[in-house]
């Protein structure tokens, strides 16, 4: 039986909000290790991160596989191409936050000096909390078509890192560290942020390489290393 396009369209939706589901449930683990200052993940969780992030993968691919489909092959009209495209970006970038999680898992129990740690958790939590909840109304703002939270997360977004800095600021002055390492850890702070920001545009470079490789050969190269290793660099 052929696939009408209200189908293939509830299909992506089903979809759709089944990686969200996954990405939701990686940023609440994350969000309750910060929560009980955890450092040392338990096997479990760890193996839970794990499956869900190949989940993550796999929705992008297959949604991505799918919203090719019915633009190609079901001839949608205009305000079913804005609404497939807005979803083909937002799983890109369900992805990403997947992505950051996974990279968190890893950095977690490479955490050296736990006092510090103790120190710092507070208000990392709380940035978690904070985006977690940006996240949320980002979604919500397109499943329920609601701009005012849309809005919200945009002007939320400058809100959050100028309160996050400042509780930051405030967490290190409170402590019981010396002024020398105080300067230390602002020093730290800062350099990582840069370190961070030239981090995004390697990223966003990279994005643009595999949407590059993707118009030419029509491979999706963020989980496909064979495809990768067929390509040859540029000496």
Request: no cysteine; aromatic share 6%.
């Amino acid at each position: 039986m052929a696939i009408t396009k209200d189908n293939a369209l509830h299909s992506i939706s089903i979809h759709f909000n089944e990686m969200v589901k996954i990405v939701m449930r990686q940023l609440d683990i994350m969000d309750k290790l910060f929560v009980d200052h955890t450092i040392q993940i338990p096997s479990e969780l760890q193996e839970e991160i794990k499956e869900n992030e190949d989940m993550i993968d796999e929705y992008e691919t297959s949604l991505g596989n799918e919203i090719i489909d019915i633009i190609v092959l079901q001839n949608p009209v205009a305000s079913d191409i804005r609404k497939i495209m807005s979803v083909y970006q937002i799983i890109s970038n369900l992805e990403r936050i997947g992505d950051q999680v996974k990279n968190i898992d890893k950095l977690l129990p490479r955490i050296e000096d736990k006092v510090i740690y103790e120190h710092m958790v507070s208000v990392i939590s709380n940035m978690m909390a904070s985006s977690i909840m940006m996240v949320k109304k980002s979604i919500s703002s397109f499943v329920d078509d609601d701009n005012n939270a849309a809005v919200w997360t945009i002007r939320n977004d400058s809100v959050v890192d100028e309160i996050n800095h400042k509780l930051i600021k405030d967490t290190i002055r409170k402590s019981h560290y010396s002024n020398d390492i105080q300067h230390l850890l602002f020093t730290f702070i800062n350099l990582n942020s840069i370190i961070s920001n030239i981090e995004r545009i390697a990223d966003h470079a990279t994005n643009i390489a595999e949407a590059s490789i993707y118009a030419n050969i029509g491979e999706n190269l963020r989980h496909s290393k064979t495809v990768f290793e067929d390509l040859e660099p540029e000496h």
